[in-house]
């Protein structure tokens, strides 16, 4: 079953559901699982590199990133 269809199935027995601390579980659940995925405050990395660990990544990036290709276009 591909994706779409487990989606709407799961919304079908969603709907079906009577039993308020069993949707206070799934809310949980959710709402667990979107906190977990949040993306990391940017504050979090800020220090972590040495100006020259850094001026590395950044060097790289443009070595190896930031090419264009006139050819593939």
Same mark, same amino acid.
């Given at each position: 079953?591909? *994706?779409? $269809?487990?989606? %709407?199935?799961? *919304? =079908?027995?969603? %709907? #079906?559901?009577?039993? /308020?601390?069993?949707?206070? #579980?799934?809310?949980? %659940? %959710?709402?667990?699982?979107? *906190? $977990? /995925? /949040?993306?990391?405050? &940017?504050? /979090?990395?800020?220090?972590? !590199?040495?100006?020259?660990?850094? =001026?590395?990544?950044? #060097? &790289? &990036?443009?070595?190896?990133? =930031?090419? &264009?290709?006139? =050819?593939? !276009?």
């Amino acid at each position: 079953m591909d *994706i779409q $269809n487990r989606k %709407l199935r799961l *919304i =079908e027995d969603f %709907l #079906k559901i009577r039993d /308020k601390s069993m949707l206070d #579980k799934i809310e949980a %659940l %959710l709402k667990s699982q979107s *906190i $977990n /995925k /949040k993306q990391p405050d &940017i504050e /979090k990395f800020s220090g972590i !590199w040495t100006k020259k660990e850094a =001026e590395e990544v950044s #060097k &790289i &990036i443009e070595e190896g990133c =930031e090419q &264009i290709n006139n =050819e593939d !276009w």
